[in-house]
């Protein structure tokens, strides 16, 4: 099933939905009506009735995604004749990196290009990263007078430290592909030709898994930033018990006895 938007499309098949910003022509450059298309596409991966299992994301073109638009002329509310990037924040990018948190299923970046700004954001929501040789990764605010967004100001510190954040913050310097996984930055890195492939191998892999246990999964990983050792302990009783409690952990147990397959239903 394909559904297109104006400004993204989205294709769904055998359980992996494909998200891809569509604007090429500006380097997927976010503009106000592509964050809300954006939106509406997630609202697909949420629906556990629209089979969703695995969500991609990518971008058209030679960009993954190059910021906010800054050429966009509602992309800045503006409060007494002076801009409120704030606004914008608040009424439509935080909901929207915290229902990707949230997501109840697995994603996976395929990082096709320049990710900068915001895109870098998008970039690092995936479970996975795979990012072609051609890609790079840019904390461009401080190039126009801004400061990180899009959550990256909590994720860098914990995913490469506080030396590599600041440097990436402050100096707003390109970082190569390949250096991005050498600092841990993604997990893979490979050919542009092979980039979906190998993204999409990744996504399959988690839509036949169980995918119910997989979410509890990115809870646990996601929580584990601020909980105490005891908390994380609670977090993984509570959660143990309700993947005990599926169907798929019954599958996974008969598949096991039986010496088959599994055929989980991420129930």
Do not use: H
Not at 184 to 206: C, Q, S
Not at 234 to 248: M, N, T, V
Not at 259 to 264: T, V
């Amino acid at each position: 099933m394909t559904t297109s938007f104006t400004r993204v499309t989205t294709a769904i098949e055998d359980g992996v939905m494909v998200l891809t910003f569509n604007q090429p022509e500006a380097l997927n450059a976010v503009s106000q009506a592509m964050i809300k298309e954006i939106g509406e596409a997630v609202k697909l991966a949420e629906d556990p009735a629209g089979g969703v299992r695995c969500l991609v994301i990518t971008g058209a073109g030679r960009g993954f995604c190059a910021g906010a638009n800054l050429a966009d002329p509602e992309g800045l509310s503006m409060d007494g004749g002076v801009p409120d990037v704030g606004r914008i924040l608040e009424d439509y990018y935080n909901p929207l990196f915290k229902r990707l948190r949230d997501l109840r299923v697995p994603i996976v970046t395929a990082v096709n290009g320049p990710a900068a700004g915001v895109g870098m954001s998008f970039a690092l929501m995936g479970d996975i990263v795979v990012a072609a040789k051609s890609a790079s990764f840019l904390q461009a605010f401080a190039k126009i007078g801004l400061v990180p967004d899009g959550g990256s100001s909590w994720l860098l510190p914990r995913l490469v430290g506080r030396a590599r954040a600041l440097e990436l913050a402050l100096m707003a310097e390109k970082l190569p592909a390949e250096k991005a996984l050498e600092w841990g930055l993604i997990n893979r890195v490979v050919e542009d030709a092979e980039l979906m492939p190998t993204a999409l191998g990744i996504a399959r892999k988690f839509a036949a898994g169980p995918t119910l246990a997989l979410g509890y999964i990115r809870k646990m990983m996601q929580a584990s930033f601020e909980a105490s050792y005891d908390q994380q302990l609670d977090l993984e009783r509570q959660l143990q018990r309700a993947a005990g409690q599926s169907q798929d952990f019954q599958e996974g147990v008969a598949a096991f006895l039986a010496k088959r397959p599994p055929q989980y239903k991420g129930k």
